[in-house]
């Protein structure tokens, strides 16, 4: 994996369903960048709805903010948007393209993480190489509404304990509960509606870092 | 262009809103067996609204038949998919990947279709590098419901005029006006629910092709 740990710490996924017609705050590539001056450290572009040709024209913009700022970026699922604005890599579900095939896509530099919500989807994505994995989900959340049982703090916890590659969590995690879920040992927080949905993106950021950091010194992001 | 002009005279679009639940004619990969049977000299496996896993799965599925058969295959849209199980190539819409990004996906080899709606677009497509064009639509139909203006046959065979790579129409091309579509001069039909939708994809695709050969004498497919 061609990023270290601590790029992992602050995850933003972004969903477009959070910028609303007018929104005071701007455009999606608004919020992302509010997100980064707050501290976050690697961005996953998740776009469900719309077409090709728009994915690629945020994407190519996100991208290019997000290596300006050293941000890791990813994109969710499709390997050809990722693969035409030279992602860093990107991040898949069960339900997207195989591991196998996406390495072959990808090749052994990009990064690819896996979404796995057991210990046997966490062995078979760690056995297909995956370069990390994202827990979900941990709390109850609206923004996926097809996610399965929520893991917990407990749940997370011990699947952490069975991970050898990098990891982090996603679903519900806020300010509220960040220090408890760095807490179980994870490399990195996801975080989509606290930052996405937040008034001041920016300050947002910052306190999720700030809560992350009372849990361990990292390296200065 | 790997594929000869005479590979896209009778041309099948998929529509997995076709397959209805226990449909009596089998899967989707059932009906396009039927078709091939009957004579269809390529296939394009758009789907819209399965998760990448599934699309993979399928297309994989319809590529190797389709080898088997000597049948192009391609893939709209979705580069990945088309990457991820070799397809001869991908159809790509105005609001999909800007061809000079697929070209670069893609490579040299792989076909490139691209729909056009006007001599602009037709001109851009070609300047490009498209491998053929669709011009769309020529009928009202109800399988795109965001189409344009539709075409006509007088309106198509203006832009066929102007062609210079190897085009198809599509847009409600069914059995009662395919002489009148093929006498513009275009290299294949595109058909969706004429074929997706019959009672007997195989009988539905002979006689697609007997019309078109009515108009010219193409070489045995």
Known sequence: MNSGKPRLTLYLVTDGRFITPG??????????????????????YREKEANTRVMVNEA????RLCADQGVLFLVNDRIDVALAVDADGVHLGQDDMPVPIARKLL???????VTVHNLD????????????????????????????????????????RHASVPCV??????????TD????????????????????????????LKSVKTVRGFPST
């Open 23 to 44: 929104d005071k705050r701007g455009s999606l590539v608004d919020v992302v960048k509010m997100a980064i001056d707050g501290g976050v450290t690697a961005v996953q």
């Open 60 to 63: 190519e913009v996100l991208r």
């Open 107 to 113: 090749g052994p530099k990009r990064v690819i993480g």
């Open 121 to 160: 989807e966490l062995k078979k994505a760690e056995d297909e190489g995956a370069d990390y994995v994202s827990f979900a989900p941990v709390f109850a959340t609206q923004t996926k509404p097809d996610h399965q049982r929520p893991l917990g703090v407990k749940g997370l916890s011990e699947l952490v």
């Open 169 to 178: 969590a996603i679903g519900g995690i806020n300010e509220s509960n960040a």
């Open 181 to 208: 879920v760095f807490a179980t040992g994870v490399d990195g927080i996801c975080i989509v509606s606290a930052i996405m949905g937040a008034d001041d993106p920016k300050e947002a950021a910052r306190n999720l």
